[in-house]
């Protein structure tokens, strides 16, 4: 496995033939979101995601994507496998929050492992390629999502090398931060934890996970934050 497979691998859960691991992927959940944004939106719009989940909901940054073809993409690496539906959940849920505006033929959600694009880099005609690119070259691809030459594979992992995956609590918390964790059935929890109940309708059970989140040194910093906003409004309504 070279730098490149074994950054896909730790990321995405994308092993050596990425093509091979879609079907048990799929079987066992997912590890890689993709939030994917054609033209006329570009990089103005999809730069409000990139910033806010990091500074919003503390998240390490998403990987930033050509598409090869016509469109400027997110991947977002969980470091747990968990299910379609939670994971589609999340990108509604970023989406109704920094794109409301965007019209629904130019943004694509997919958190489905059968569906996921072809992983970068990929040529995907005579002189395109896609690619993941830096933040401060992604404005450079707004009208023409794709590179000319094959990108260095070293450099494609020296990119993905400085990522981390989102942590499953995390994601747990920032489902509820955005208001959509309630929709989330009792047969698609995330990965074994328990659902996570609003303050209003938990009781203890919403306090042990409010809690559970704040003093917990892993979860970014913002969330747990939220968390502890979130037990004093619970303590003040007791």
Known sequence: MNPLQFELDRLYGLGANPADCAAPAAAQGVRALV?????PAGWAQLSSVWTGVQVDLGFPPPAIAVSGVDALQLWFSLA???????????LQG??????????STHVRLIA???????????ETSPDRWSAFVAPDLASVFADT???????????QASLLHALEPIRQVALEAALSQ???????????KLSGLPEVPSPEQGGADAER????????E???????IEAAKGLLGHAKRS
């Open 112 to 122: 489905d492992a059968a569906q996921l694009p072809s992983v970068p880099p990929l």
């Open 94 to 103: 970023l989406r109704a929050r920094y794109l409301p505006d965007v019209g």
């Open 80 to 90: 747990s496998p968990t299910s379609p539906r939670a994971g589609e959940l999340f």
């Open 209 to 216: 996970f409010l809690r559970r989140v704040m003093n917990d």
């Open 35 to 39: 939030l994917e944004l054609r033209p």
């Open 218 to 224: 892993s979860v970014p910093m913002a969330l747990r």
């Open 178 to 188: 955005l208001g959509v964790v309630e929709e989330v059935p009792a047969d698609l």
């Open 145 to 155: 999502p794709w590179l000319d030459l094959p990108p260095n594979a070293e450099g």
